[in-house]
Structures are given as C-alpha cells and as structure tokens.
C-alpha cells in the first residue's frame, strides 16, 4: 500500500510532468506557426529573387511568344466588320497561323539619292570600245566613306584706299556668336548631338578631336555646351509653352544622378518629368531636384486636358484640379501581371491574354489606318467587351485570392482600383490605351547614364533637359538633328524673338 507522502510526491511529479508537456506543446505551436511564417516569407524572398532575374538578365518584352492557354485564342476576328457590327458583346476570334508559305526578298535597302557617288568604269583586259559593239552595262553598288573632316573657315578682309578721296573701304569683321571659342556653330552642333543624341560624354569627344591633331579639352567643350543651351533658352521656353498648351499629354518620370556640391564625391538623385504631346509629337524634359507632388503640379500649372500617367501618387492630385482628366495607363497596370508570372504562372497568363485581345483591337486600328469616326466605332464594338471582360475576370479572381501580399493579389487591386481611367481611352479617338510614346522619348536618358553616370550639377542636368526636348522632338518630326540645330545656332541671333516658335523642330522649314 502507498502511503500519503509517496502519493503526493508522484501527484506531485505527475502534475509536472502534465505541466511539462503543455509548456512543449505550446513552444511546438510556436515553432511550427513561426516554421509556417518562415516558409511564406521564404516563397515570397524567392518572388521576389525571381523577379529580379527576370529584370537583370531576361529580355524586357512582355509580349506573349505563341499561345499560353486557350484563352489566348480567343482574339477578334478583325477581318469581318459587316456580321460583327450586328452583335454588340459578342466576342469573336481570330486564327493565328504560322507562314509557311516561301516569301521573296526585297534585296537590300537602296542608298539614298542624295548620297555624292564616285564612278569607276572596270574594262575587261580584252574589250576594245573602239572596234566591239557596246552591248550593255552592269552596275555595282558599295557604300564607302571618308573620316569625318575638320576644316579652318579663314575670314579674309581685303583693304583699300580710294586715291581720290583717301578713304580706306574695308568690310566689318565677321561677328559670330561662338568667336571666343575659335569654332562655328556646325562644331557647337556637334558637340551637343554627340553627347544628346551618341551619349558621347565630353572627354571621349575631345579624344576624337586630338586625334585629328586638333586640341579642344574637355573643359572647353562643357563650355561650349553650357553656352549653347544659354543661347537656346529663349527656344525652349517657348518650346515649353507649345507642348503644354496641348489638350492630351502622356507623363512619366526618370531619374538622374548629379553630383552635390554639399559632399565631395557624393551624388544626388534628382528627376527629369518628361510630358508628350500626343497630338503634336513634341516631348518636353524638365529637371527638378525632387520626386515630391510638387514637382508635376509645378510644370503643370497652367495645363487644361488629358494627362495620361501611371499609378504614381504625384499624379493623383491632378483629379481634384479643374480642367484636368486623369487617364490611366494600361501597360503599367499589364506590367504588374507580367511581374505576377513568378508567382501565379497559370493566372498571370490568363490576365495576360486578357489584355493580348485588347492590344489586337489597338492593332488593327493602326495597320488599317481607322480614325475618326471609323476609329471609334470599332474600339467601341471591339475594345469595350475585350475591356469588359478583362474586369469581370479580375473581379471573380480577387474574391478568390485572400493572402494580401498576393502579387497577383496586388495586381489586380491595382487595376480596379483606377478602372475607370484605365478604360476611359476607349470611348475616345484622341487618347491612347497607355503612354508609351512617353517611355519611347524617355530611353535616350536611359543610355545616357550607362555613359554618364551623372550631370555636374542641377544646372548641368537641366540644360541636357532643354536638348532632350529639342533634340527628341526632332526625332519625332523626321528632322535632321545637326542641320537643325547648326542652322537655328546661326539664326537666333538676329532672329525675331516675336517669331521664335518658327525655329522650333515642330515648324521647321530649313
């Protein structure tokens, strides 16, 4: 028999033991729950890690290569207008097929007209013109060159003397606006084209010079290019004006390095806010030191019509501002769900596809050439139900996703957070599904700092602002860049400033 003492000291033991196991059980939970937070934070680090290859070494398309699912079959069929016309919603298809068939090559693209040719007649060792009969003549073609040549332009001032009168007659000294730099303004040209237009930093410019035995330091050139854009300022401004008294402009923004002056060998980020004039086809670059709200609402102050922008939250600000119309961005809100591929594959195709059926509408508008009326009526029978479908896909698979950092999640709050001025292009023939021509006139920036790494200094980060402007819209107008700008350079010094919008690319008459 137990006695009460041995009793109590195994309750004793027993109640500890109990204790034990529910302090183990409890610590157990704790490490599996914090195991199960590892292990989503782990998948999402991994999102993220893949997120960041695809950025680093993939191609940047987000195009679809070939059919992700059925989904991507399902396009309009763009070739029936009359029989689609009678169905409003009705979604109909368009078969891809591969080209099989042998196509014949146009040959190599003629050189142009204007290119001087050098003749050289070849004679066979045999041929005799003066006793054989000339029965044909067959002409080769091959593209040759000089190196780039630099010349002295020597100003001569005859002087003479009337003996009659004793009057000496000599012509005044040539005045030009680059004189204190022993250079014309075709060399001011090209200073500003390579570095704008090449991204030949300066330093690289003035080894090109030595080596035709021709010394122009880098110090030199800065100023050079630093007088240009004081000579061209009056241009921009009124550059400035042109493009911001469009109806519809596409915005975005960029960053660029530049030095502060503050920290010896540190560097400050600062940003160009670039505006695209759709209608027009003019850009326009403005430097501010800031991505803060201000900063558009600044450029912006005296804008009336469509902005189209992404999802920044600057821009948000601009929908309580009279005389404004926000619009969305389609791309940017595609691009959230061609991200989304590294952790929902299956979904983000089919988002993806989704959107493939609206850009086909955008498509054939453009390779059959619809404006207008004609324009309109077809996005509004195409565009509309692809846009509609889309919606009501994303709504159905947001009810579905509940983890929160879901980035497929994500992606769609996103869109139908700002649906209404992602969709608003549609009911429209001046606006655009995104604004992409912005993100075009912006990639010359991008090359440039591959080569520059960073502006001197703010001002030095605005005057290349005033070249991309210029520069950019005359890529956009077919406009030569070096003539343009060797010939305004002559011009503006007598130029009417009343008149000076002549000058600008968008007018420009040579």
Known sequence: MVSQDKFDELNMMYEQLVAERDEYKSYKDKL????????KRIQELMQQLMLMQRRMFAGRSERQHGPVNDLQSTLFE???????????????????????????????????????????TILHPLADPETMIHIGTDVSERLSMKPAQLFVKRYIYPKYKDPATGLIYQSTVFDSAFSRFKVDETVAAHVVVQKTIDHLPLYRQARIFERQKVTLAESTLGD????????????????????????YLNVDETTIQVLDNDKKGASHRGYYWVCYNNPAKTVLFVYDPSRARGAPQKILIDFQGYLQTDGYGAYEKFDEVAGITLVGCLAHARRKFFEAMVSDKALAEEALALFGQIYAVEKHIRETGLVGEEKLAWRQAHAAPALEALHSWMKEKY?????????MRMAIEYTLKRWDKLSLYAGTVLLDPDNNRVENAIRPVAVGRKNFLFAGSHDAAQRSAMFYSLLGTCKAHGVEPFTWLSDVLQKLPTHPINRIKDLLPQYYKG
């Not at 689609?84 to 693209?109: C, D, F, P, Q, Y």
């Open 32 to 39: 599996e729950s914090r195991l199960e937070q590892s292990d």
């Open 78 to 120: 763009l070739e029936a207008l009359p029989e689609e016309a009678k169905a409003e919603t009705a979604l109909v298809t368009i078969e891809r097929r591969k080209k099989t068939e042998n196509t014949s090559h146009a040959g190599r693209n003629p050189f142009p007209e204007n290119l001087p040719a050098e003749e050289k």
């Open 224 to 247: 050079l290019y630093a007088y240009v854009a004081k000579l061209l300022l009056p241009l921009y401004e009124a550059h400035r004006k042109d493009v911001l008294g469009g109806g």
């Open 399 to 407: 009810a579905e996703l509940r983890r929160p950092t879901s980035r």
